[in-house]
């Protein structure tokens, strides 16, 4: 079976500091890789979405960038983190979209606090 | 873990009565909606899902209704059991592509 690991499950950094955020897949080839952040109270935004090793796509001018270095990795980064990259970061997979109408699958999150 | 929902609509129900969640999608051209379940600090977990071309599909306790004519989505769960206290998601997803668009949420409580 498919599985979704996001590592880690909660951090801190000061303002200016960099980020790298790990999401891995098991149990499937070729997925569809998202990033999503969700504020207190809210839905979920989209991010990045990737297709493929190394296509990227961002959804929002941010300060965030997005890689997908291996078929079943994504990585989340930023340079210098802001006050408002604060949030839950949510990591999520679906089949390819060739597989007509497939849910996507989430991980468990990192909550992200910049003091 | 993380508070979500802290701003959002709550549904309270009663342990063994039937919930109604409902939802209004943004986009006529969207041909499949999946129901969410999320609990806090965790990330959402799949419940149930239904393409345009139904307007009902049952699972294990849960019901979707697609209406298509006003953009309503709604998710039934019978004989709510305090274990189904999360905040529920609707999320719709455009023709032809790989996204999804989710709603804001609602909160559903169950007291004893």
């Known amino acids: 079976s498919q599985t979704i690991h996001q590592w880690p499950a909660t951090l801190v950094q000061p303002v200016g500091s960099p980020l790298s955020l790990e999401c891995t897949v098991e149990g499937t080839s070729n997925p569809n890789l998202y990033w999503y952040r969700q504020a207190a109270g809210r839905g979920l935004q989209l991010l990045f979405y990737?297709?493929?090793?190394?296509?990227i796509s961002s959804e929002v001018p941010q300060n965030l960038s997005a890689s997908r270095p291996q078929d079943r990795q994504f990585i989340l980064s930023s340079k210098k983190l802001l006050l408002s990259d604060s949030g839950f970061y949510l990591c999520a997979w679906s089949n390819p979209f060739r597989d007509k109408d497939q849910p996507q699958h989430f991980g468990d999150g990192t909550r992200l606090s910049i003091l | 873990g993380e508070s979500v929902g802290l701003h959002l609509p709550t549904l309270s129900v009663q342990e063994g009565d039937n919930s109604i969640i409902n939802c209004a999608y943004s986009?006529?051209?969207?041909?499949?909606f999946i129901w969410y379940k999320q609990e806090s600090g965790k990330g959402p977990q799949f419940i149930i899902d239904?393409?345009?071309?139904?307007d009902k599909r049952q699972g294990q306790r849960v019901t979707v209704l697609l209406n298509k004519t006003v953009k309503h989505l709604s998710l039934q769960i019978a004989a709510t059991q305090p274990g189904d206290s999360a905040v529920y998601f609707c999320?719709?997803?455009?023709?032809?592509?790989?996204?999804?668009?989710f709603g804001t949420g609602t909160r559903l409580q169950v007291f004893p």
């Open positions: 239904i393409r345009s071309n139904m």
């Open positions: 986009n006529s051209a969207s041909d499949y």
């Open positions: 990737s297709v493929g090793i190394g296509q």
């Open positions: 999320a719709e997803n455009i023709l032809n592509t790989d996204k999804l668009i």
